[in-house]
T-cell receptor, first 110, second 115 residues
Framework: SQQGEEDPQALSIQEGENATMNCSYK?????LQWYRQNSGRGLVHLIL?????REKHSGRLRVTLDTSKKSSSLLITASRAADTASYFC??????????FGAGTQVVVTP | DSGVTQTPKHLITATGQRVTLRCSPR?????VYWYQQSLDQGLQFLIQ???????AKGNILERFSAQQFPDLHSELNLSSLELGDSALYFC??????????????FGPGTRLTVL
């Protein structure tokens, strides 16, 4: 079963708008990673945030982590049509076991 | 292109059969991970190998087995196939063996259809 839960399940926005998605997890983690998956293809690593970090930036991506609430958010600023994909959060516990969220489907329309 | 290759791309077989999926990691990566992605279960971690040895085990069925060979490529064997085994199977690789810190690079996947 999935440990992570993502919200919303789907998101439709226009180019230039920001997209925000949230992820919650149940167990204590060492780090949390976000991946992107284009339809039917492999996952692409976006960003990793460690449990002792609160915020991290990478280009147009901003990730926050709140270990007290066991939640993380991914913000994509100034979205582009090419950002259309599913986004997954992946929590890794101290044993190295990975739990994937169900994913948020993001559609960016021109 | 992540550098991880998987073969075959598509596989169609019947219930009760056995199939083998193959993965070649990125050059220099010692860890290989296998995942199953299905519509009802989402993405599930199956198993990890590091330098030829099993490192971590996830939700892998007893009918499934994997191994990593001396040249570091890996095979996932699925036997006594059931309809519910139809899914995308991904392989990923990373440099080290610690999932807690290593970035994983995913292959394009093998789509298995069991009829």
């Amino acid at each position: 079963s999935q440990q992570g839960e993502e919200d919303p399940q789907a998101l439709s926005i226009q180019e230039g708008e920001n997209a925000t998605m949230n992820c919650s997890y149940k167990t204590s983690i060492n780090n949390l990673q976000w991946y992107r998956q284009n339809s039917g293809r492999g996952l692409v690593h976006l960003i990793l945030i460690r449990s002792n970090e609160r915020e991290k930036h990478s280009g147009r991506l901003r990730v926050t982590l709140d270990t007290s609430k066991k939640s993380s958010s991914l913000l994509i600023t100034a979205s582009r049509a090419a950002d259309t994909a599913s986004y997954f959060c992946v929590a890794s516990d101290s044993w190295g076991k990975l739990q994937f969220g169900a994913g948020t489907q993001v559609v960016v329309t021109p | 292109d992540s550098g991880v290759t998987q073969t075959p791309k598509h596989l169609i077989t019947a219930t009760g059969q056995r199939v083998t999926l193959r993965c070649s990691p990125r050059s220099g990566d010692l860890s290989v991970y296998w995942y199953q992605q299905s519509l009802d279960q989402g993405l599930q971690f199956l198993i990890q190998y590091y330098n030829g040895e099993e490192r971590a085990k996830g939700n892998i069925l007893e009918r499934f087995s994997a191994q990593q060979f001396p040249d570091l490529h890996s095979e996932l064997n699925l036997s006594s196939l059931e309809l519910g085994d139809s899914a995308l199977y991904f392989c990923a690789s990373s440099v080290g063996g610690r999932t807690v810190t290593d970035t994983q690079y995913f292959g394009p996947g093998t789509r298995l259809t069991v009829l």
